[in-house]
């Protein structure tokens, strides 16, 4: 079964819950930190978010699985929930506001379905497929969803770039694509993608990300315009959750370009 707005629904209610856990504990005196064993920091609220919304996808969706950061995925129908509980745990614990939770359904057709609610911002991004990329922001108090598109430069020259820390990088495509662009500021995580899909950036990268990481942002940037692929162009693997391949988004107009930059 394809994604619906029924589900869309779903993952705003989900987001809700989320939103409601994380700010709970967000710059928490108690904040319990500790390191897994690839040494990536994981809290308490981390962990709280993801069991919190598998229980309710348990009661809504049983037959769906889920593939969550935290814990064993579960199997399911064609259709699997992929959840990052808090995308930006770095920033969390150290009580810098950028970060999210981020939720996306899988079909038999790709990822559908994506999410990204970052209430710290007081933003959150979603797209479901063949209905565009909105974003509400409610720090303005209007409770008003605005549809998304991408931006129209054209020119690398033109453009603003968003790129991750130096670590997995080739050095010589990095620099030589934040030499030539306009400007390069390091926004992090979800944020530079989203910033891609609304107009703000118009190329975000990232060298390595997990399934989780990535799979609620390609339905935001195929609906508003853009593109996802890795720095060589191809596809993301959204199917094998034990890849880690780069993460490339643009306004598309500059995709081919960056994509032969990145890969000289």
């Known amino acids: 079964m394809l994604c619906s707005p029924d589900d869309l ?13 994380t700010l709970s504990r967000f710059r928490a005196h108690d904040l319990v930190v500790e390191k897994k064993p690839d040494l990536t920091e994981v809290s308490d609220a981390d962990k709280s978010v993801e069991l919190g919304l598998r229980s309710i996808l348990r009661r809504e969706r049983p037959s769906d699985g889920v593939i969550g950061e935290e814990f064993a995925q579960t199997s399911g129908s064609e259709r699997t929930w992929i959840i990052d509980p808090i ?30 609610s970052a209430p710290a911002l007081g933003r959150r991004w979603w797209a479901l497929r063949g209905h565009g990329a909105w974003t509400r922001e409610s720090f303005l108090n209007t409770g008003v969803a605005r549809q998304i598109r991408v931006s129209g430069v054209s020119e690398i020259s033109h453009a603003s770039v968003s790129t991750s820390d130096p670590t997995g990088w080739n050095k010589e495509s990095k620099d030589a694509l934040e030499e030539i662009a306009w400007r390069n500021r390091a926004y992090g995580d979800f944020w530079s993608h989203c910033l891609v899909a609304e107009g703000a950036v118009d190329i975000a990268a990232e060298p390595e990300l997990a399934l989780y990481d990535y799979a609620a942002l390609i339905p935001i940037l195929m609906e508003s315009g853009g593109m996802a692929t890795q720095f060589d162009g191809h596809p993301l693997p959204v199917f094998d959750a034990q890849a880690n391949p780069s993460f490339l988004t643009t306004n598309a107009k500059l995709h081919v370009f960056v994509t032969e930059l990145l890969n000289p």
């Open 9 to 21: 629904t779903l993952a705003h209610s989900l987001a809700d819950q989320a939103d409601a856990l």
């Open 87 to 116: 995308d930006g745990t770095k920033n969390y614990v150290r009580g810098v506001p950028v970060w999210a939770t981020l939720i996306a359904l899988r079909d038999d057709s790709g990822i559908g379905l994506g999410l990204v």
